[in-house]
């Protein structure tokens, strides 16, 4: 993600909220919207909101890393650098200027499945960000002197944020190691030897490609009218032409692997302490089974009362920390756990306390409190999560993408509260298996030994 400037809004938006009660008295807040779409075939999905005069324009691509070709890597993230520069009628630096005088602020992001840039501005200037997004969408300029630049831009932010950081090839390790999905074999900040030998012809083809109307979607969510939105849909945007239809990608392979386990173990000269870490493949964001795997994850690993930190933090003192989390996509998922070692406990003493916890509650189930616990942090975080209108374009875009229906916003929730702690157990013993798992462990560069790479049980 790039770092954009902000003018008084971001302020604005941070300090307008509302109080909320318990989590377990609070339904999901709904987001009423409408949609419409242009010839080209740009989706608008709009949200009305008065309540404060801010808009929130959220421009989703549907391209991310999965769609770059070998030898490619990095373009979805190279151009959400590029998208910010020059256009036919922006010199560099006026996307930036424009909306900091307008007293908005502005990012993007790239993942896997897509990429984003979004404002929020004054209601008064909605005009000025959808005018912004139309004119990189039809007329960005990608000379030879802005492309080497934004290029050493981003491999000076790889060697920022991962080849110098500790655990940097570690996380990267385990993102590609897990899958045999070829689109998310690489990873999405991409190598240097793929941008290195990246040219202008090259990222302008994979750009005339994806970055065109009918693999976008732009949700508005704030003080506008569905009509006013059309109505600069059609003016500003309605005069882009089509692109061609992207190819699409191979299918996903079933989970969870049945192939056996995966271990890697690294020499991390950045790194003090070990990280453990396992990783577990699981189904893509659309299918049934995620709702009981996020509640897995929240019961094992969110906060000081969850299992894992019970276990090896509190009572074994073997952790510093413990996390659980699962990684959505469009693709196949992970369901990830790391731990770090106190000092003098050994990565396979941790490894062993982590898999007996597993075995226990596959064994076992788990009891109505801890699933009723997980339920009401699923609650409380989707209602804090609908206390912005970016935040709620955000969610239009999300059901959009990954549901690949609104309407699914609907139910949701429902559908996290109908988990059952049978379903809890069969998640547990269908996708936490050794088989299925992946294990990445970074040590301190030449102070491993030998038990870094023990093998623990199931």
Known sequence: MRRRRTGFLLLAAAAFWLPIGSAAQQAEPGIPYETFTLPNGLVFIVHEDHSSPIVAVDVWYDVGSA????????????????????????????????LTAAGGMNNGSTTEDRTNYFEVVPSNRVNLALWLESERMANLSVTQANFTREREVV????????????????????????????????????????????????????????????NAAIAVAGDVTAAEVRAMAERYFGAIQRGPEKAALPPVPATPRTDGERRVVLDDRMASIP??????????????????????????????????????????????????????????????????????????????????????????????RELEKAKN????????????????????????????????????????MAVTSSDIRRVANRYLTVENRTVVIARPAQQGDASTDAKGGA
């Open 67 to 98: 769609n770059e070709q070998l030898g490619r890597s990095g373009f979805a993230h190279l151009f959400e650098h590029l998208m910010f520069e020059e256009t036919k009628n922006l010199s560099k630096g006026d996307f930036d200027d424009y």
């Open 155 to 214: 491999k000076e932010e790889r060697r920022l944020r991962v080849d110098n950081q500790p655990y940097g090839a570690a996380m990267l390790t385990l993102d590609t190691l897990s899958t045999d999905w070829f689109p998310y074999k690489h990873t999405v900040i991409g190598t240097m030897a793929d941008l290195d030998s990246a040219t202008v012809v090259d990222v302008m083809a994979f750009h005339d490609m994806y970055y065109v109307p009918n």
């Open 275 to 368: 990280l453990y870490s396992a990783v577990y493949s699981v189904p893509p964001h659309g299918h049934a089974d995620t709702y009981a795997l996020s509640l897995l994850s929240s019961i094992l690993g969110r906060g000081e009362s969850s299992r894992l930190y019970q276990r090896l933090v509190k009572d074994e003192r073997a952790a510093l920390m413990v996390s659980v989390g699962v990684g959505s996509n469009a693709g196949p998922g992970t369901f990830v756990i790391r731990a770090f070692p106190n000092r003098g406990v050994a990565v396979s003493r941790v490894e062993d306390l982590v898999y007996d916890e597993i075995a226990k509650l596959q064994a076992d189930g788990v009891t109505m």
């Open 377 to 416: 942090q699923v609650r409380a975080s989707m209602v804090m999560g609908r206390q912005s209108v970016l935040q709620k374009a955000e969610a239009l875009q999300h059901y959009r993408r990954y549901h690949g229906d609104l309407s699914a916003m609907e139910t949701d929730l429902d559908r996290y």
